[in-house]
């Protein structure tokens, strides 16, 4: 059995964790909204058509970042990876797109604005779902780092 870290380096590393994925996610969020704009304005993509195919888009870049810089510990192989986090984007998604959708008919508000909206009502929910259920992380991480290299080795993380 690996070593227990501190307290203090286990709430270093939840903090590590939610700042690298909300950073992750303002880059998604960046590159969905662009994609957005362009389907609706260049495609002419009804929005919540253009709002899916952003999402999907944006969510694949999305999960390699997190897998490689956020939850890289995780114990799931990587089909059972990937497949939780869909389950989760897929969660997202319809969340998205009725936030948006109620947004954009009921206060009549742009759909970018509303897509923005809609981000910032669900990261905590999908940062939440995605560590608690996808990246099933270990309960206890090695001391020093050459044992943490070892253990990413055998687990291929």
Request: a positive charge; aromatic letters at 12%.
């Amino acid at each position: 059995k690996l070593p227990m870290i501190s307290k203090v380096s286990q709430k270093r590393l939840k903090r590590h964790r939610f700042v690298h994925y909300a950073l992750s996610e303002t880059v998604a969020l960046s590159i969905d909204l662009i994609l957005l704009w362009v389907l609706v304005s260049f495609c002419h993509l009804q929005y919540l058509l253009a709002a899916a195919i952003a999402y999907i888009l944006a969510v694949t870049i999305h999960y390699q970042t997190i897998r490689k810089h956020v939850f890289h510990g995780s114990i799931r192989d990587p089909f059972h990876l990937y497949s939780y986090f869909i389950g989760v984007g897929v969660l997202g998604l319809m969340s998205t797109l009725a936030i948006m959708g109620a947004a954009v008919v009921f206060i009549n508000t742009d759909y970018l604005f509303a897509r923005v909206f809609a981000a910032v009502s669900i990261i905590p929910a999908t940062y939440g779902l995605n560590k608690a259920v996808t990246f099933l992380m270990p309960q206890s991480l090695p001391t020093d780092k050459e044992s943490y290299c070892n253990l990413s080795d055998t687990h291929g993380i």
